[in-house]
């Protein structure tokens, strides 16, 4: 009897990790206030981040082979009620989200204790855990009115998050309130978009809308809410040149916020646009293939030539890992772009590696200001031999960011290539080699600054605290592991891609 009922208890808790993954960081937030201790609000928040991580990787097991997790809350059954759905495509992002911010935290200790007061820690992790929910919350959810409820959830928490670097640069509180400012705009444009959306469908759960998109054919107002969906979240994912607020919000953020915002938010907007163009328009939405391909494509590679351009004038190192953001967003709409399965593999596979390698970037930017207090190149410089660890593990990153064999980045650039030739585009597969080399040029600049000047006279010598190398070494050794083990990400990017190109025909299939 004992043993069935323990079945049943682990049956039932199985079947709650959709919710459990968005529940238990929500919770954790007002844990974290009422204790109020600084100490035991970094425990909460890493023992919660590592429970959504467990809960991500649960839940992909389930869907890699094509399966999908259906969760309708309160047991109200859609469209009625709101559903949270689970497939390979956001069960990959879920797990990216969960295990960066797993990772971050041990890393956030020192650095946050360094960067911001400690009246303020229990608060700052509070508002993390709140990011964290709205951002697997917006990737867990099959409803689209809910997406924008999550995605204000992680964006007034990122806001908030971003102004803590004023601590240290009064810039971060105008960085902070022009990012609020774009986030609030786009915010709205994506909420008219789906007004307009439940205007002409009278519904808001993702698989009912695109049932009934489907039918409407040529609709104007489904035209126009395409429309404003693609820029609301346009300026979340900062697509050129819709990215006005993200250089700034990078270099002027807590280092512990920018390697997890760098790592996840861009990336679940961009999530956002897939699931939208891909499962909730059909692929064969004829107006957006002519929008992918005469307007977004453009951008994208305007984004990899502009930002990569800019990025090597830069003379603060965060400033310049900021627009080589801009420019690897532009890689990934490129492959959604393309409209093909290659195309969209190398998207999402990019925007695995993309994250994982700018997580090791500024991790380790991050543990240059906490020794050096600047993130300039005059305060940097010389550090390749006083901080060995810290400088061995930028490189490993630097590299690949580029996308040199052997790492990370190479497998998702190759298969942009490759989805290039595939079109028959050869043209744009010499631009995104052309724009690799240009990443060349500004990583050379880091490392010659690290390894071939001489150290400013007052910084201390040390390399920075274990807390801060662990974690940026299992990012930097996670660029050659993806970079070599391309079976783990390449087959949940490929499955992930079947079911995005499947369109609402794999939405409807309950």
Not at 155 to 178: E, F, I, M, N, W
Not at 307 to 326: E, M, N
Not at 439 to 451: D, G, K, R
Request: charged share 10%; net charge neutral.
């Amino acid at each position: 009897m004992a043993t069935e009922a323990a079945h049943h208890t682990a049956m039932s808790l199985a079947e709650q990790l959709p919710v459990l993954q968005v529940l238990v960081p929500f919770l954790a937030a007002p844990l974290i206030v009422f204790v109020g201790h600084r100490g035991l609000a970094w425990l909460v928040a890493f023992v919660t981040s590592a429970a959504a991580f467990v809960i991500a990787g649960l839940m992909l097991g389930q869907v890699i082979g094509g399966g999908v997790i259906y969760y309708h809350i309160g047991g109200w059954a859609p469209p009625l009620g709101i559903e949270y759905r689970v497939d390979a495509t956001n069960a990959f992002v879920l797990l990216l989200v969960s295990g960066i911010s797993t990772i971050v935290l041990p890393y956030a200790r020192q650095s946050v204790a360094s960067e911001i007061p400690l009246r303020h820690h229990a608060l700052f992790y509070a508002c993390y855990m709140l990011c964290l929910t709205g951002l697997l919350g917006v990737v867990v959810t099959g409803d689209a009115f809910n997406v924008f409820v999550f995605l204000e959830i992680s964006s007034l928490s990122t806001y908030v998050l971003v102004a803590q670097g004023s601590h240290r640069d009064k810039r971060a509180l105008t960085a902070a309130y022009d990012y609020l400012i774009m986030g609030t705009i786009g915010a709205t444009f994506f909420v008219i978009g789906l007004g307009m959306l439940y205007m002409a469908t009278g519904t808001l759960n993702m698989a009912d809308l695109a049932a009934r998109i489907a039918s409407q054919g040529a609709n104007r107002t489904v035209i126009a809410a395409f429309g404003f969906i693609v820029v609301g979240m346009g300026l979340k994912a900062a697509l050129y040149p819709l990215h006005l607020w993200l250089p700034n919000a990078y270099t002027y953020a807590p280092s512990a916020v920018t390697s997890f915002l760098a790592a996840t938010a861009t990336k679940v907007a961009i999530y956002v646009l897939m699931r939208f163009m891909f499962s909730v328009f059909q692929p064969a939405f004829l107006f957006e293939g002519n929008t992918l391909e005469f307007l977004i494509m453009p951008l994208a590679v305007m984004a990899m030539f502009a930002a990569s351009v800019i990025a090597i004038f830069q003379t603060d190192l965060k400033r310049l890992l900021a627009y080589s953001s801009i420019a690897q967003i532009g890689y990934m709409l490129l492959g959604i772009g393309m409209l093909s399965q290659t195309g969209l593999t190398a998207a999402i596979v990019h925007l695995f590696n993309h994250g994982i390698t700018k997580a090791a970037l500024f991790m380790g930017v991050g543990a240059l200001v906490f020794r050096t207090g600047g993130s300039f190149f005059d305060r940097v410089q010389g550090m390749g031999k006083t901080m060995p660890w810290t400088s061995g593990a930028i490189v490993i990153g630097g590299l690949s960011l580029i996308g040199v064999p052997g790492t990370a980045g190479f497998v998702s650039k190759w298969y942009l290539v490759q989805g290039a030739l595939e079109k028959g585009w050869w043209p744009v597969a010499v631009l995104i080699v052309v724009s690799s080399l240009l990443a060349v040029i500004y990583v050379w600049q880091i490392i010659e600054a690290l390894y071939l000047q001489a150290p400013a006279k007052d910084i201390p010598a040390g390399e920075a605290p274990a807390t801060m190398l662990i974690p940026m070494w299992i990012m930097a050794l996670a660029c050659i592991y993806f970079g070599l083990a391309t079976d783990i990400t390449l087959g949940a990017a490929q499955a992930a891609a079947q079911g995005l190109l499947a369109g609402s025909s794999g939405m409807l299939s309950h």
